[in-house]
């Protein structure tokens, strides 16, 4: 057999391996414009309305899918209201709780629009308008004699001038992001609500039932749904918060479906998934999990136990450090999931495997060698050197868990860029950015106490002086060794709002004078973060130049085995789709629907698993109206799906195949989440909160009859629910 036909018969085999496990999993997070690829599959799945509808940014059910910046939600209602998950408006909660006033327990119904309250500064509501190609624009100017800094900047240049030409029109937030390695690039145009109010969220004893112990497992039993709402000026346009600021009303919404799922039903998810690595090599692949993923585990880990001692018994310091706690507990369990499922999945050898044969469709091919032989090449050079680069950085985000020390780097970084013309100051740093930062540094004064700061810098610190010396800052440690923790703390003005972001519009030098000890540890970091900055840059530049080019060769030798390409996730908007689905392994079986006599069965009345009485009481009296599921006979609280899901994309709808709102989705399963790095269709699974459980804790517990009438759902007749606890 000659070379040629070796390389198609492994083509052949790959293609057919690939069409095999498509047919019994639901792969890809698809663009809005690939639906033409992929909706004669969705209709063959039971997706009803038309596939080109969902190619459409400017009609339902797509235009009425928001990103909140981490988070994704959906317009439920005319009105300008946000349906979305617990988690996603934690924060907000906590920034509005106080003592006597403690909603992160108590959860928080405002019975009228005067009630609504601000979310936490820097809250944003994006609704994406537009998108498009513009690779030809972001590659002016790029050649291959250009050295990787230079490659960088030009990119970085050009990303610039997209997005000022875009942000033109008052209100929009614009971004352009790199698909396939860099391949192709897009921009996306979104408009911007800056005026964002809590609206509503259930107790903690709903909204996270079952807290980490749960988080990424199944049987699930969490009501992960929470209430936001947009408000604009009143004529229309977006400013922010103003008390006479009205309700924005959105082009489209979603509506509430009137019947319920049922196992095997088709559902489709539309969110903002954050970031996967599929299309990594398998030389990252294997530093990944070899080196730097047990590295982060262990230290979020150990982060996530000194915030528990730090706080321990104070209920205050809880209040204050609850969002970042969540956080790093839910990271720190995705990674050790990712470790496990590695091994599981055989995950080194399933990226060999697949590498080779797209390497021996290029080889076998002297025209395809010559065209993307030295990128490969290239790039398994430059995967070694952004190894070593990846482990020589780690101690920048040790320093990172003292918040004053990052807010004073933060604005010394603002002085410093702003000495510049704004085209050529460094991206996040530009007057564009201005808003977000007053949000970061306002979010501290809720998100830090003194003594529970210096706990965690002390136990950061440790595991800083044990790098390498090559790796650390010395001018840092020279600095803080002659100041002192004490001082560090005692004498900062920095921990004071008004003062912090009255640093906003000061010169350098100013700076440079300052006499406050976070100050002058932010400018004593300063010249080695640049340095190291510049590196990373040059790295970068020659990574994505190599990486593009290999993308190309990918993409073509996925198109010769008829295999459909999505890009990885990006923090853009995506649609992907699957069925209502169990799963059953090595003797577990796991069925699609969890329900309400599951949550009275794990309620213990005690830390993680405290539901609240009204909730316990009208479970045991079954109290359930019409959000009974007619198969299961009772109410469903969570179920499963195929849908292809990953970080970003908590608080996406989930829809049925006619577009309504069925849930939303909230977690994946922990032996799944190691397909962020591939695809395994026998273990992926996503959770959603049944929307019939949210209209019955709106309902029959909470008392939301406002808006339950506000989204067109009709409450249950003779429902007495008490009103809410705040």
Same mark, same amino acid.
């Given at each position: 057999?000659?070379?040629?036909?070796?390389?198609?018969?492994?083509?052949?085999?790959? *293609?057919?391996?690939?069409?095999?496990?498509? &047919?019994?999993?639901?792969?890809?997070?698809?663009?809005?414009?690939?639906? *033409?690829?992929?909706?004669?599959?969705?209709?063959?799945?039971?997706?009803?309305?038309?596939?080109?509808?969902?190619?459409?940014?400017?009609?339902?059910?797509?235009?009425?899918?928001?990103? #909140?910046? %981490?988070?994704?939600?959906?317009?439920?209602?005319?009105? %300008?209201?946000?349906?979305?998950?617990?988690?996603?408006?934690?924060?907000?909660?906590?920034?509005?709780?106080?003592?006597?006033?403690?909603?992160?327990?108590?959860?928080?119904? *405002?019975?009228?629009?005067?009630?609504?309250?601000?979310?936490?500064? %820097?809250?944003?509501?994006?609704?994406?308008?537009?998108?498009?190609?513009?690779?030809?624009?972001?590659?002016?100017?790029?050649?291959?004699?250009?050295?990787? /800094?230079?490659?960088?900047?030009?990119?970085?240049?050009?990303?610039?001038?997209?997005?000022?030409?875009?942000?033109?029109?008052?209100?929009?937030?614009?971004?352009?992001?790199?698909?396939?390695?860099?391949?192709?690039?897009?921009? !996306?145009?979104?408009?911007?609500?800056?005026?964002?109010?809590?609206?509503?969220?259930?107790?903690?004893?709903?909204?996270?039932?079952?807290?980490?112990?749960?988080?990424?497992?199944?049987?699930?039993?969490?009501?992960? /749904?929470?209430?936001?709402?947009?408000?604009?000026?009143?004529?229309?346009?977006?400013?922010?918060?103003?008390?006479?600021?009205?309700?924005?009303?959105?082009?489209?919404?979603?509506?509430?479906?009137?019947?319920?799922?049922?196992?095997?039903?088709?559902?489709?998810?539309?969110?903002?998934?954050?970031?996967?690595?599929?299309?990594?090599?398998?030389?990252?692949?294997?530093?990944?999990?070899?080196?730097?993923?047990?590295?982060?585990?262990?230290?979020?880990?150990?982060?996530?136990?000194?915030?528990?001692?730090?706080?321990?018994?104070?209920?205050?310091? !809880?209040?204050?450090?609850?969002?970042?706690?969540?956080?790093?507990?839910?990271?720190?369990?995705?990674?050790?999931?990712?470790?496990?499922?590695?091994? &599981?999945?055989?995950?080194?050898?399933?990226?060999?495997?697949?590498?080779?044969?797209?390497?021996?469709?290029?080889?076998?091919?002297?025209?395809?060698?010559?065209?993307?032989?030295?990128?490969?090449?290239?790039?398994?050079?430059?995967?070694?050197?952004?190894?070593?680069?990846? #482990?020589?950085?780690?101690?920048?985000?040790?320093?990172?868990?003292?918040?004053?020390?990052?807010?004073?780097?933060?604005?010394?970084?603002?002085?410093?860029?702003?000495?510049?013309?704004?085209?050529?100051?460094?991206?996040?740093?530009?007057?564009?950015?201005?808003?977000?930062?007053?949000?970061?540094?306002?979010?501290?004064?809720?998100?830090?106490?003194?003594?529970?700061?210096?706990?965690?810098?002390?136990?950061?610190?440790?595991?800083?002086?044990?790098?390498?010396?090559?790796?650390?800052?010395?001018?840092?440690?020279?600095?803080?060794?002659?100041?002192?923790?004490?001082?560090?703390?005692?004498?900062?003005?920095?921990?004071?709002?008004?003062?912090?972001?009255?640093?906003?519009?000061?010169?350098?030098?100013? /700076?440079?004078?300052?006499?406050?000890?976070?100050?002058?540890?932010?400018?004593?970091?300063?010249?080695?973060?640049?340095?190291?900055?510049?590196?990373?840059?040059?790295?970068?530049?020659?990574?994505?130049?190599?990486?593009?080019?290999?993308?190309?060769?990918?993409? &073509?030798?996925?198109?010769?085995?008829?295999?459909?390409?999505?890009?990885?996730?990006?923090?853009?908007?995506?649609?992907?789709?699957?069925?209502?689905?169990?799963?059953?392994?090595?003797?577990?079986?796991?069925?699609?629907?969890?329900?309400?006599? %599951?949550?009275?069965?794990?309620?213990?009345?005690?830390?993680?698993?405290?539901?609240?009485?009204?909730?316990?009481?009208?479970?045991? &009296?079954?109290?359930?109206?019409?959000?009974? *599921?007619?198969?299961?006979?009772?109410?469903?609280?969570?179920?499963?799906?195929?849908?292809?899901?990953?970080?970003?994309?908590?608080?996406?709808?989930?829809?049925?195949?006619?577009?309504?709102?069925?849930?939303?989705?909230?977690?994946?399963?922990?032996?799944?989440?190691?397909?962020?790095?591939?695809?395994?269709?026998?273990?992926?699974?996503?959770?959603?909160?049944?929307?019939?459980?949210?209209?019955?804790?709106?309902?029959?517990?909470?008392?939301?009859?406002?808006?339950?009438?506000?989204?067109?759902?009709?409450?249950?007749?003779?429902?007495?629910?008490?009103?809410?606890?705040?």
């Amino acid at each position: 057999m000659n070379s040629n036909m070796k390389c198609f018969a492994q083509a052949s085999t790959i *293609a057919l391996l690939w069409t095999a496990s498509a &047919a019994s999993a639901s792969e890809g997070m698809w663009m809005p414009n690939q639906t *033409a690829d992929v909706g004669a599959a969705m209709r063959a799945d039971g997706l009803q309305i038309d596939p080109a509808q969902l190619s459409r940014l400017d009609a339902a059910p797509l235009n009425a899918i928001v990103s #909140l910046g %981490g988070c994704s939600a959906s317009f439920v209602s005319p009105e %300008g209201l946000i349906a979305t998950n617990h988690h996603c408006v934690l924060e907000s909660l906590q920034y509005n709780s106080k003592e006597g006033e403690d909603h992160l327990t108590n959860g928080f119904l *405002a019975k009228s629009l005067s009630e609504e309250l601000p979310a936490t500064p %820097g809250s944003r509501i994006y609704i994406v308008e537009g998108q498009r190609n513009v690779t030809a624009d972001m590659l002016k100017g790029i050649s291959a004699d250009l050295t990787g /800094f230079a490659r960088h900047e030009r990119l970085d240049a050009n990303r610039k001038a997209l997005i000022a030409a875009c942000e033109e029109q008052p209100n929009r937030r614009c971004d352009v992001r790199a698909y396939y390695g860099g391949a192709s690039y897009y921009l !996306q145009q979104k408009l911007e609500i800056q005026d964002v109010r809590l609206v509503y969220a259930p107790a903690r004893g709903i909204g996270e039932f079952g807290g980490d112990k749960d988080n990424w497992m199944w049987p699930r039993h969490t009501g992960d /749904f929470g209430f936001y709402r947009a408000y604009v000026a009143p004529n229309g346009s977006p400013r922010p918060y103003a008390p006479d600021n009205v309700p924005y009303r959105p082009k489209n919404w979603l509506r509430i479906a009137r019947q319920g799922l049922k196992e095997g039903d088709f559902v489709m998810v539309a969110g903002f998934p954050g970031t996967t690595d599929r299309f990594r090599t398998a030389r990252e692949v294997g530093f990944n999990f070899a080196h730097y993923e047990p590295l982060w585990q262990r230290w979020l880990s150990d982060y996530a136990a000194q915030i528990k001692r730090a706080t321990a018994g104070n209920r205050t310091a !809880q209040i204050r450090y609850a969002s970042i706690l969540q956080g790093v507990e839910n990271y720190a369990k995705k990674l050790a999931g990712d470790l496990a499922g590695a091994d &599981a999945v055989g995950l080194n050898a399933r990226k060999v495997t697949e590498e080779t044969a797209y390497r021996n469709w290029v080889a076998g091919n002297p025209a395809l060698q010559a065209r993307y032989g030295e990128a490969i090449a290239e790039l398994d050079a430059l995967v070694e050197e952004s190894s070593r680069a990846s #482990l020589q950085r780690r101690g920048a985000a040790l320093l990172g868990q003292a918040q004053i020390l990052s807010s004073a780097r933060t604005l010394y970084r603002w002085a410093k860029e702003h000495e510049k013309p704004d085209a050529t100051r460094e991206s996040g740093f530009q007057d564009r950015d201005r808003s977000e930062i007053i949000g970061r540094l306002t979010r501290v004064e809720r998100e830090y106490l003194p003594d529970i700061d210096r706990k965690l810098f002390e136990a950061a610190l440790e595991e800083y002086h044990r790098l390498d010396a090559k790796d650390r800052d010395t001018a840092f440690e020279t600095a803080l060794g002659q100041i002192g923790l004490d001082r560090l703390y005692a004498d900062t003005k920095l921990a004071d709002t008004a003062t912090r972001l009255g640093w906003l519009d000061k010169p350098a030098a100013a /700076f440079e004078a300052s006499h406050d000890p976070f100050i002058k540890l932010a400018v004593a970091l300063y010249p080695g973060d640049i340095t190291a900055e510049r590196t990373d840059k040059d790295l970068a530049g020659r990574t994505e130049a190599a990486r593009a080019t290999y993308m190309q060769g990918l993409l &073509a030798y996925r198109k010769a085995i008829g295999r459909p390409v999505y890009p990885d996730a990006n923090g853009t908007l995506r649609l992907t789709w699957g069925k209502v689905t169990g799963r059953t392994q090595d003797g577990q079986i796991w069925t699609p629907f969890t329900t309400a006599e %599951g949550l009275l069965a794990k309620h213990t009345g005690k830390g993680e698993f405290d539901a609240p009485e009204d909730a316990i009481a009208a479970i045991r &009296a079954k109290d359930y109206g019409p959000y009974v *599921a007619p198969a299961l006979g009772t109410l469903p609280v969570d179920f499963l799906s195929t849908v292809d899901i990953t970080n970003g994309n908590s608080g996406s709808a989930t829809l049925n195949g006619r577009g309504e709102l069925v849930g939303l989705a909230f977690d994946g399963t922990l032996d799944g989440v190691i397909t962020d790095w591939a695809f395994a269709g026998d273990r992926n699974r996503s959770i959603h909160v049944d929307s019939r459980f949210m209209l019955w804790t709106m309902d029959k517990i909470d008392g939301a009859d406002r808006l339950l009438k506000e989204m067109g759902v009709q409450r249950a007749s003779g429902s007495s629910a008490p009103g809410k606890r705040s």
